[in-house]
């Protein structure tokens, strides 16, 4: 691979990247029940309404979930790593079956570094601003909480520590480790595919 695909593909990683990152806070903000008057929630509603409305009319939403957020997540992690194979010189048709079960597992493998990092950011704003009105505090807060209160029920009162973001850390790094990184194993996933997910 020359300078110059090397350049574009990580362009075209990064940019698509992040277009992913917002289209999955779009999907989780709603899977969580965010506030979406919400600055950044606004912001994710208006950067993925050119192309989510189109499916929205093709694909309802289930049980709370919103299924075409999601498909559109699974639809860029797709694109995204047929155009890094194609600038790679790696795509072939045959691939595309195989390219799906990769798009699976990068938007699965995304959605679990979303809510870990969205709980690192929440024990650090625990400590230095622990009741703050800040939109994205907020916004931190609505994310964590359904990931973090099954966890509190469970574990008996400690005079005012909270431990459920330590378990909570614990379970993510556990599907990580077996069974998203042993799918990517399992099935092949070119190691510069899976830095996407």
Known sequence: MNGLSTAAVYILQTLG??????VLLRFVLQLVRADFYNPISQFAVKA????????????????????????LAILVQLVLMALTLLLMGLFEAALLPQLLVWALIG?????IKLFFYALIASVILS???PH?????AQLVGQICEPLLAPIRRLLPSL???????????????????????????????????ALLG
């Open 17 to 22: 990247s992040l277009y992913l990152l917002i």
């Open 48 to 71: 993925t309404k050119p192309l989510l409305n189109p499916l929205r009319r093709l694909i309802p939403g289930f049980g709370g979930l919103d299924l075409a957020s999601l498909t």
């Open 107 to 111: 938007v699965t493998s995304l959605l």
């Open 127 to 129: 400590w230095v601003a």
């Open 132 to 136: 703050s009105h800040n939109p994205g």
């Open 159 to 193: 005079g005012g520590l909270d431990l459920s973001p330590i378990f909570a850390f614990i379970a993510l790094n556990l599907v990580d480790m077996l069974v998203i990184k042993n799918l990517m194993v399992m099935t092949g996933m070119p190691r510069l595919l």
